[in-house]
């Protein structure tokens, strides 16, 4: 397999979102169809279902507004990064999203949520130690990666999300 450099998403995110969540960066499934977690074993949809207590739809565009409603937005800590398949484990070179002019465009952004350690790992690397973004404004919290790579059962994936949201 040859590595190629691969470029993430723009945001879903409007002016009332209160919480990020962070992936690390979209997997080949999602780059080709142009959808945050666009593989259809990757377990965020239905996780998102049951935390806002929701059937989601299934057309991605009215699933991305049934996301923003709830003051949830989607995002990655990388723009981009070389990488051979989909693993975070490949990712090499990687370039941080602008997370300073993100925070700057919405004020409202309150809280964190990292799906999986991977997203969290690079966040610290590549954000956390920066002086433009706002650190002091948002907690965080580091959720079970929606991944079919991560070996967790779904129902203990939703529990723990489902907890972590309804603080």
Known sequence: MTTIVKVGLPPIIDDQSECLILGTLPGDESLRRKEYYGHPRNHFWPIMAEVINTQLSADYRQRCAQILQRRYAIWDVLQAAERTGSLDTAIRNARANDFASLFLSYP?????????????????????????VPQDRVTTITLPSTSPAYVLPLAEKIQAWKIAFDR
């Open 108 to 132: 409202k952004l309150r809280m964190i949520a990292f799906n999986g350690k991977g997203a969290q790992a690079l966040y610290r690397r590549h954000i956390a130690t920066r002086a433009d």
